[in-house]
């Protein structure tokens, strides 16, 4: 056999979902299973994320956080998790956090980021710890 190495997810799910009618699998099996795995891998990518830790760890004293970047990235830096790992300034942070937001939503953390203002780009964060769902060894 040769493996295809340049094969997309989306054509990956789309072979995989055409297949399994030639299968005893039950209708939508390996939907499921792509689904639960791809969910497992964002959970897995938050619990070895030094940013998503740090905004965790901010989040659990109050539950939310309102402000400018420039005011996340100074309480990121200031609450001391991972300071060396974080991003090094607010825009920096303003683009991981872009780029963390889809893996952020999967386990119940909502971001928000609004328009830049004389003050600065505005940026809201939540976290509910009935509908959160944390990875293994994360705690809230």
């Known amino acids: ?3 295809i190495s340049d094969i997309s997810l989306p054509h990956a799910i789309h072979w995989c979902l055409a297949a399994e009618p030639s299968t005893d ?3 939508g099996a390996m939907l499921k ?3 639960t795995n791809q969910e497992q891998m964002q959970s897995d990518r938050i619990a ?3 940013l998503a830790l740090a905004i965790i760890a901010l989040l659990t004293k109050d539950g939310q956080f309102t402000g ?3 005011e996340l990235h100074a309480a990121l830096v200031d609450d001391d998790h991972g300071r060396r790992q974080l991003p090094k300034t607010p825009q920096h942070l303003s683009n991981n956090l872009t780029r963390i937001k889809p893996m952020m939503a999967t386990v119940g953390l909502q971001l928000e980021i609004g328009e830049r ?3 600065g780009k505005m940026v809201t964060l939540r976290l509910d710890p009935e509908t959160v769902s944390l990875p293994k ?4």
């Open 1 to 3: 056999y040769r493996i």
């Open 25 to 27: 699998l039950t209708p």
């Open 33 to 35: 299973v792509l689904t």
């Open 48 to 50: 070895n994320d030094p």
């Open 68 to 70: 400018t970047m420039g």
């Open 117 to 119: 203002t004389r003050a």
């Open 137 to 140: 060894g994360v705690e809230i």
